[in-house]
């Protein structure tokens, strides 16, 4: 069983940077196309920006510019650097697979953006 854990969020001005971390338990970045989602109180989850196994990136027109997916295949990590940060941004993220059938949802963690 996967295990996801996310971690790097916190209260932010507008303007600012953060970036997320998202930790697996095996080796699953080289073999999946993996994603940053996010959901806003009251709101769906969205994905945001993925990253295929091999490398290619794609973001939503919302984060376009701003955001930048990466991974460490021999760390397990995916990371999801976030700049120029805007009040709308203000979510909880979360990572998994993009396509097929979802790993278990991890925590997620706070992205808090005040303006």
């Known amino acids: 069983q996967v295990q996801l854990v996310e971690s790097g969020g916190g209260l932010v001005q507008a303007g600012g940077s953060l970036r997320l971390s998202c930790a697996a338990s095996?080796?699953?970045?080289?073999?999946?196309?993996m994603g940053w989602y996010r959901q806003a109180p009251g709101k769906q989850r969205e994905l945001v920006a993925h990253?295929?196994?091999?490398?290619?990136?794609n973001y939503a027109g919302s984060v376009k510019g701003r955001f930048t997916i990466s991974r460490d295949n021999v760390k397990n990590t995916m990371y999801l650097q976030m700049d120029s940060l805007k009040p709308e941004d203000t979510a909880v993220y979360y990572c998994?697979?993009?396509?097929?059938?979802?790993?278990?949802w991890g925590q997620g963690t706070q992205v808090t953006v005040s303006s």
């Open positions: 095996g080796s699953i970045f080289s073999t999946n196309v």
């Open positions: 998994n697979r993009v396509g097929g059938i979802y790993f278990s």
């Open positions: 990253i295929t196994s091999g490398g290619s990136t």
